[in-house]
């Protein structure tokens, strides 16, 4: 009974850790870091978006 948990939280667990990093890069330094950021950011709202328009198809 406990297996279903693995697959179905996996891709949330992995876009919850990516916008976790673009945060802790923002806030370390700049430069590069804030091109980290951007994309550690980004990412996750850039799924959510398709996400939500995929969805009012």
Partial sequence: MKHWRRPTFRLPALIALLGF??????LLGDGW??????IGLGI???LGTLALLARRR
């Fill in 33 to 38: 870091w804030d091109a980290l950021a951007w």
């Fill in 21 to 26: 990093a673009g945060l802790v890069t923002a």
């Fill in 44 to 46: 996750p709202a850039m």
